[in-house]
């Protein structure tokens, strides 16, 4: 700030010299013109150089008075910069006794801090470095624990958030599925005649013509002695269906020879395969679905004639099929390709009586043969627990097939028999040894078992859950797999007060 005032001073003194200058030079250079006027006013004339000189000493009176003005406004600014160069010079005393002020306080404090340190290292027998890390291990301490609950407070909440999240999304996606209920079909197919000496013909000399039939169609004749009425029997729908078709036109055409039966079968045949493509156009359409082979055309056609605890297998698949599309609407994700999984999902149940394998593998077998998405073949593979869930769309199928099947109406089983095998189950897993709690889930689905810690180490809860299904598998009459959970574990609580 001193500097900068002495700056300031110097340049207002080196601009009034200049101004001094130029007013000396200014009247030497209009007293040079005056002489040259005068001696030009004697030449003209004696008028002329009066007159140019009134006009000379008017402007020279005019100079001088700019000039004078001028001087004034330095002398002022010269007044102002001495004052400030002095209140300048005021200010660096009294910043200079403060910074001496300061650096006396300073030296100060480093003399107590120095006793206090002394003083705690005698008192603790800690020191310094000791001492911090004594005080940041509690502080950390102390910041894990508030963290811990923070974190903890957090996790409840956002489970809570998270499930009553879901509970409303599948409350709405299940509101707006409106499927049949439980399907009427069984294993038998029923023809009836028109009278009791067709049967005769259908069975033909020394049974020549029910072989034929049956070899013919791949299914079981039951000619019994209720009254005009024929029973087909087959575990495959289609065959069942085809055999049936074939016995209506041979009855009612009444000519049943070997020849016939088997042109009427092969014609049954087409006209049921005809059927199913029929059936696979209007579900892929239904459900707006495209680029499908033929393959997989016939296969999802065929699951029209197919029950699933007297549910119709194809009418379940477009149902998980809409389900997932809106969940995947609802999560932001791919509804299309989620309604593609959804409606393939059991299309291994077409061939699975042909296979040693689950229909979930079979299904995504067929899928991968016929190049559908890896993605797509993922989540058919896993829907059923055969192998891990890979994606976001395989955890999506396991809730929609869920859904699906324990919606009320869905599946047929009756309140009395559901209740008598839960009731069976819990039973079970009570009776063995380290068995503290067993729990019925989902309808039978799951089976949830708690087992003394103290009693039962990990591999004895392994060990149970191995017994568990043994047991299941060879005294319980179920339809669905039983998912069977172990549970072991300690709790540790203490009280504060």
């Known amino acids: 700030m001193i500097l900068s005032g002495v700056v300031l001073r110097l340049v207002f003194r080196r601009s009034f010299i200049i101004a001094d200058r130029e007013a000396k030079h200014i009247l030497k250079v209009a007293t040079q013109e005056e002489e040259l006027i005068r ?28 000039l004078i003005h001028e001087q004034v406004f330095l002398d002022t600014e010269h007044v102002k910069l001495k004052k400030r160069e002095k209140d300048l010079e005021e200010q660096s005393r009294a910043v200079f006794e403060r910074d001496n002020h300061l650096r006396g306080l300073e030296r100060a404090l480093k003399e107590q801090r120095t006793t206090l340190i002394n003083h705690l290292n005698a008192v603790t027998g800690l020191d310094a470095s000791s001492a911090k890390q004594m005080l940041f291990d509690q502080v950390k301490l102390d910041c894990e624990n508030e963290v811990r609950l923070m ?3 957090f996790q409840m909440r956002a489970d809570e958030e998270l499930e009553e999240k879901a509970k409303n999304m599948l409350i709405t996606v299940m509101q707006r599925i409106a499927m049949p ?12 005649l028109s009278s009791e000496d067709i049967k005769g013909r259908l069975i033909g000399k020394e049974g020549r013509n029910i072989r034929t039939f049956e070899n013919a169609t791949g299914v079981t004749l039951l000619i019994d002695d209720t009254p005009n009425t024929v029973l087909v029997s087959s575990f495959d729908p289609v065959r069942r269906e085809i055999a049936r078709l074939a016995l209506e036109v041979l009855v009612n055409d009444g000519r049943i020879q070997p020849a016939s039966i088997e042109e009427e079968v092969a014609k049954a045949r087409e006209q049921v395969d005809a059927t199913i493509v029929r059936i696979g156009q209007q ?8 680029n499908v082979s033929q393959e997989m055309l016939r ?18 698949s477009l149902e998980v099929a809409y389900l997932c599309s809106m969940l995947a609407s609802e999560l932001g994700m791919d509804a299309e390709l989620a309604k593609r999984i959804g409606l393939f999902h059991d299309i291994g149940k077409a ?30 593979a896993s829907h059923h627990g055969d192998k891990p869930v890979t994606s976001m769309y395989g955890a999506l199928l396991l809730v929609a097939d869920a859904v699906s099947a324990s919606r009320p109406g869905a599946r047929s089983e009756s309140a009395d028999g559901l209740v008598r095998r839960m009731r069976e189950l819990e039973t079970l897993c009570k009776s063995i040894n380290g068995v503290v709690e067993a729990f019925v889930l989902q309808a039978g689905r799951e089976i949830r078992v708690l087992v003394a810690p103290e009693k039962v180490s990990d591999d004895g809860a392994r060990q149970i859950a191995h017994s568990i299904r043994l047991k299941v598998e060879d005294n319980v009459d179920y339809k669905s797999p039983i998912r069977i959970t172990v549970i072991r574990e300690n709790r540790f609580v203490e009280t504060a007060r």
């Open 299 to 316: 296969l999802l056609g065929s699951l029209e004639f197919r029950l699933s605890n007297n549910q119709n297998t194809l009418k379940h």
């Open 39 to 66: 001696r030009q006013a004697y030449l003209d004339g004696e008028g002329e150089w009066q007159k140019k000189e009134e006009m000379l000493r008017h402007e020279l009176d005019q100079k001088k008075n700019e």
């Open 283 to 290: 579900a892929l359409s239904e459900a707006k679905i495209f």
């Open 181 to 192: 209920v439980t399907s009427s079909l069984v294993n038998i197919a029923r023809v009836n």
């Open 151 to 153: 974190k903890k407070d």
């Open 351 to 380: 061939l699975d009586h042909e296979y040693e394998e689950g229909h979930a593998i079979i299904g995504a077998k067929i899928l991968e043969r016929n190049n559908e998405p890896e993605i797509v073949v993922s989540a058919v």
